[in-house]
């Protein structure tokens, strides 16, 4: 019997398949099934498991295909993912403040309260960061015209010294 943090032997021969992968070469699941001697489906733990470990130790990026099977991800795939990532994070963190600020409001004891607000501060960090910039404001913007000149400190500072001369 393993120990429960080694890696399945499912596991270490779909990692393996992973790394010899070429680059946009899709596979079906039907088609690794068979190439490995066991069933692989998208919501086999050995085959999440090993995506992950593809990616953190051998630098190999694994894209899921929903329905069929897999490719080895290309960098341009990996920058595509990233936005679905920003976006879960996003939402992770709306929740977590959403959640803080309701503990906030409960009779917390001091230690306890700080925690919350530590994690609300980091939680409203973390989301607006992530999000993409939202106008404020549906009015119309005015045009440089009509906006006025930028005030000069350095003029209005030495006219004022200049004035006291005379």
Do not use: C, W
Not at 37 to 54: C, D, E, M, V
Not at 58 to 76: D, E, L, M, P, Q
Not at 143 to 151: L, M, P, R
């Amino acid at each position: 019997m393993r120990k429960s943090f080694e890696q399945s032997a499912e596991t270490v021969k779909i990692v393996n398949m992973f790394r010899d992968l070429k680059y946009d070469e899709p596979i079906s699941f039907a088609q690794a099934s068979l190439t490995i001697g066991f069933p692989i489906k998208s919501t086999t733990p050995a085959y999440q498991s090993a995506k992950l470990i593809a990616e953190r130790d051998h630098g190999v990026y694994v894209a899921t295909i929903r329905k069929f099977g897999f490719s080895r991800g290309t960098g341009k795939d990996m920058i595509s993912s990233g936005a679905g990532l920003f976006s879960s994070i996003r939402k992770k963190s709306t929740r977590i403040a959403s959640r803080m600020l309701l503990a906030i409001n409960e009779n917390l004891n001091e230690k306890d309260h700080l925690v919350a607000v530590e994690m609300y501060s980091r939680a409203n960090i973390i989301a607006s960061t992530t999000s993409a910039a939202v106008t404020s404001s549906n009015r119309k913007r005015p045009d440089i015209g009509d906006q006025a000149s930028v005030f000069d400190f350095a003029t209005a500072l030495s006219n004022i010294k200049g004035a006291g001369k005379s």
